[in-house]
């Protein structure tokens, strides 16, 4: 049964300026040269509105890397679709802000590192937390609903509270509390990234009391990492079911990660109508329903619920794109995921940056501990 | 945060609007959309920021009259607080 799409990720560009550890682009960039034209993007969305999507999701990279953005976000706007924009928040000021808003943007949500400043570049490869800050109060002078997206792991886990507390004076109606996830550059670096056991459950009491104290005025989005978690997450709300994404060449992707499964062929917006890649690409159709589903997906309870997890994970770990996401605790391959647990709790020391003042010194410190994601050429 | 008052404005809340098609209206926000049955749709309808919640009850209370004035009272209370908690609602 094919449901109708209901977001776009318009995935705009790979430019970015920062270089943050715990991305999950691929670690193949769209090189700038080949990414869509502004006239190409307004049919994307002119059709998703045709489709009856609700949502555009405009992400990269940095979207703010395209000089056109306005000209988009007012094109996707005018094409019905209510309009996020996915940020570091570097490349906009008041000015820029403004005339986003004017043109349509119904939502930002800016990335925050930490809420130290020597960590939060760290983390992110470039001197952005300060700008971040300063955004964010021009943000909150503007009609237009705001989210922090705060990405939390084993290196900044230890002071959530504070980050909170940091958050709050930001005053964004909504925070994420967003623990990284293992794809692309993040996987690479996922010994560096993912938390010990304590220091999840240290992070689910104070998320819980914090939601209790910010109740009404702001709501705190969570979930524990799939890695800890008895069940697999429902992935992009199931293969091919709400969610497409566009990238940078006008590929249309189930996911994000989807370019990662072996034998599949993805179809162009330049060559093909979002409609019909939607409703034929082979793509879309290959872990649509349950007929590919393995023992133990095939006959479980909750397959209509979490459509047996993510199937880039489950080939990133496995090797084998239709096997049981090995986070579900029911998969054969959950060793692999338990495996990964207990090195990342066996570890004695976690290992912090320096207690630096300047960002140059914390740089030469940590080239060992983990790759920071490049520019495309 | 307490459920409103006879006097509390509901509105939509910064970055929320109407969207969807005309028999399907629902409330788009950030990273979400509400779908709205019959009743939810004749009370967000009315959250204008102009109407008191007092009002918006008085209206409803007179289109359902065989329902019990206080249950509809009750009700629409514990949906705006819910909807102002997920910030979708304002008052």
């Known amino acids: 049964m094919v449901f109708n799409p209901l977001a776009l990720i318009a995935e705009v560009t790979h430019r970015c300026p920062l270089h943050c550890v715990y991305c999950s682009n691929p670690m193949q960039l769209t090189a700038a040269s080949n990414e869509l034209s502004t006239e190409e993007w307004i049919s994307v969305f002119r059709q998703a509105g045709k489709l009856g999507m609700l949502h555009a999701h405009f992400t990269g990279g940095e979207p703010l890397a395209r000089n056109d953005l306005t000209e988009l976000i007012a094109a996707a706007r005018a094409a019905g679709l209510y309009t996020n924009l996915i940020t570091s928040g570097i490349g906009l ?9 004017k043109a349509g943007l119904d939502h930002i949500q800016i990335s925050f590192q930490d809420s130290r400043e020597d960590a939060a570049n760290w983390i992110a490869g470039t001197k952005a937390h300060a700008h971040k800050t300063e955004l964010s109060h021009a943000i909150r002078r503007h009609k237009i609903a705001f989210t922090v997206n705060l990405v939390v792991h084993r290196q900044n886990l230890d002071h959530l ?12 109606e909504r925070v994420e509390i967003a623990h990284t996830q293992y794809y692309g550059w993040a996987l690479a670096n996922r010994a560096a990234l993912m938390p010990t056991r304590a220091q999840l459950e240290t992070a689910v009491a104070i998320i819980r009391e914090a939601e209790k104290r910010l109740s009404g005025r702001m709501r705190i989005d969570s979930v524990v ?15 091919g079911r709400r969610l497409m994404l566009v990238n940078p060449s006008g590929k249309v992707l189930p996911c994000h990660a989807a370019e990662v499964l072996p034998g599949l062929s993805f179809e162009n917006v330049r060559e093909k109508s979002l409609d019909r890649i939607w409703q034929e690409s082979e793509s879309f159709r290959k872990f649509r329903d349950e007929a590919w589903m393995p023992e133990p997906c095939r006959s479980c309870d909750r397959r209509g619920e979490d459509f047996g997890g993510c199937r880039c994970q489950a080939f990133l770990l496995t090797g084998d794109e239709r096997a049981t996401d090995p986070a579900c605790s029911l998969a054969p391959a959950h060793r692999i995921v338990e495996s990964a647990v207990e090195e990342a709790n066996s570890t004695a020391d976690i290992a912090k940056p ?24 | 945060m307490a459920p409103p008052t006879e006097t509390s404005q509901p509105r939509l809340a910064t970055g929320c609007r109407w969207g969807g098609t005309e028999e399907d209206r629902m409330i788009l926000y950030p990273e979400g959309a ?5 009743t939810g749709r004749q009370v967000l ?16 209370q007179k289109e359902f009259d065989k329902t019990d004035p206080e249950k509809i009272r009750t009700d629409i209370s514990m949906f705006l607080e819910q909807l102002q908690k997920k910030r979708i609602v304002d008052y």
């Open chain 2, 34 to 38: 509400l779908k709205l049955q019959n």
């Open chain 2, 45 to 60: 309808e009315r959250c204008d920021g102009q109407r008191t919640f007092g009002e918006i009850l008085t209206e409803l």
């Open chain 1, 225 to 239: 990492p799939d890695y800890y978690a008895k069940y697999p997450k429902a992935c992009m709300g199931g293969w």
């Open chain 1, 161 to 172: 509270e504070e980050m909170i507390s940091f958050i709050e004076q930001l005053q964004p």
């Open chain 1, 93 to 101: 000021n008041e000015q820029r802000l403004q005339m986003l808003v």
């Open chain 1, 354 to 377: 320096a207690p630096a003042s300047s960002f140059v010194q914390l740089q030469k410190l940590t080239n060992d501990l983990w790759s920071y994601r490049t520019n495309p050429e």
